[in-house]
């Protein structure tokens, strides 16, 4: 993509810059004659026009800081020794104009040039107090005038230095956002895909041992492929179409030109359909709830169906179990979700597996408990607490309405053939 640049500006920007630049050589010339006037009384048309000038030098350092404190430099050294004033009041407003260019210089360039700087300052500084001030107030002067050069110099690079603690901090905060991200993206696909791809490992494993003499059940394996297939394309497509929901929505439509499905997030609510695509994998699936179901938090909807997913996964692929049980129980506080198995367990440290490790992480990030591991009775246990919003915020006192009748916890078992 190209810019252009608009000629009037630019030819305005030009002549700003000539006429800075003008006023900044004139400078040391307009504050020698003040000063030296300054014998006969100064004239407030002389020091207004000298500090006018003496701000633009000052703004001319922040951006180039050399030619600009070069010239200041100078003007002052003429203005103070040139002229044999003795007067102290001009030499404290070297000091002071001359400092504060340094500190500028301090907070805008590296150490090495800004102490190069502030040297160059004290130098000149020391140059102009020799010549007019003398006896025991010479070290006086001298220490006085590089103690302000010292906190000059250490008070713009301690704001130089914030400033790149705060850069730092900025990169390594998006850093972490970066990594977040990604490891979220991650447990998604590992969630949805290991689970899907697991089921249709074995179903084409039941089709192609069938085929030959039991085409039915072989017909069955690959509508069930078909139908995981569709579902982990659809859930591909949410997932794409929300890390590029920023982006015009013309790349998600199909080839008719209708927009690609995006279903919504998964949740508890989807159950019964990770309970059947189970079934057909061979493993029976009972799932038991407790307690009064109410509406979740999107995020933890989705982190409790994940959980119950992967660890559902792991009884198909892992345990050699013909069926587990999941558990979730709407406490108070929290919601209680347990998956049990009676297979042969498996060893949560295996090397390269990730399911555990997103359980946990899921988990972990809605500050929650998560255990996993071999049942001493035999078999596998996963076990998840998540926290839960307050189901009766506070309110504002209204009439007492009826006592609502206290209905027992209901239990609710789903079976699969």
């Known amino acids: 993509m190209s810019t252009t640049v608009n000629p009037p500006a630019a030819g305005w920007a030009r002549l700003r810059a000539v006429l800075a630049w003008t006023g900044a050589v004139l400078y040391p010339v307009v504050l020698f004659a003040t000063v030296q006037d300054g014998r006969r009384g100064y004239s407030a048309l002389e020091i207004l026009v000298s500090a006018l000038l003496t701000i633009l030098v000052v703004v001319l350092v922040r951006r180039r800081p050399w030619p600009a404190f070069g010239l200041l430099l100078f003007a002052w050294f003429a203005a103070t020794a040139l002229t044999n004033l003795q ?95 990604r490891l979220r993206i991650a447990r998604e696909l590992h969630d949805m895909v290991a689970h899907s791809i697991g089921i249709i490992a074995i179903q084409a494993g039941v089709g192609s041992r069938v085929i030959d003499t039991q085409p039915d059940e072989a017909r069955n394996a690959l509508s069930a492929i078909e139908a995981t297939s569709r579902d982990t394309l659809a859930g591909l497509r949410r997932m794409l179409g929300a890390l590029r929901r920023a982006e015009p929505a013309a790349d998600e439509r199909g080839a008719a030109g209708q927009h690609a499905p995006l279903d919504p997030a998964p949740g508890l609510a989807d159950l019964g359909r990770l309970v059947d695509a189970t079934a057909d994998a061979g493993v029976r699936v009972d799932v038991r709830r407790l307690g009064e179901r109410r509406a979740l938090p999107a995020e933890l909807d989705l982190s409790a169906f994940r959980i119950i997913q992967e660890a559902v996964t792991n009884v198909v692929r892992h345990a050699g179990a013909g069926r587990c049980r999941v558990t979730i129980d709407y406490r108070d506080a929290e919601l209680d979700i347990e998956i049990i198995d009676d297979g042969r367990g498996c060893d949560i440290d295996t090397p390269g597996g990730y399911g555990i490790i997103g359980m946990r992480e899921r988990a972990g990030l809605l500050h929650g408990h998560f255990t996993a591991g071999p049942r001493t009775e035999g078999g596998f246990r996963v076990q998840a607490r998540l ?29 699969t053939r």
């Open 387 to 415: 926290p839960l919003p307050d189901p009766h915020p506070a309110t504002p006192l209204t009439p007492a309405a009826p006592a609502a009748a206290v209905t027992p916890a209901t239990v609710e078992t789903v079976e």
């Open 87 to 181: 007067n102290g009041v001009v030499g404290s407003l070297q000091v002071l104009v001359t400092d504060f260019a340094v500190a500028l210089i301090a907070m805008e360039r590296s150490r090495r040039a800004s102490i190069i700087a502030a040297a160059v300052a004290v130098f000149v500084q020391v140059g102009c107090t020799f010549l007019y001030v003398h006896g025991t107030a010479f070290p006086q002067a001298v220490a006085f005038i590089v103690l302000a050069g010292i906190v000059a110099w250490m008070a713009g690079n301690s704001i130089r230095v914030r400033r790149q603690h705060a850069v730092a901090m900025a990169v390594r905060a998006t850093e972490q956002a970066v990594t977040a991200e």
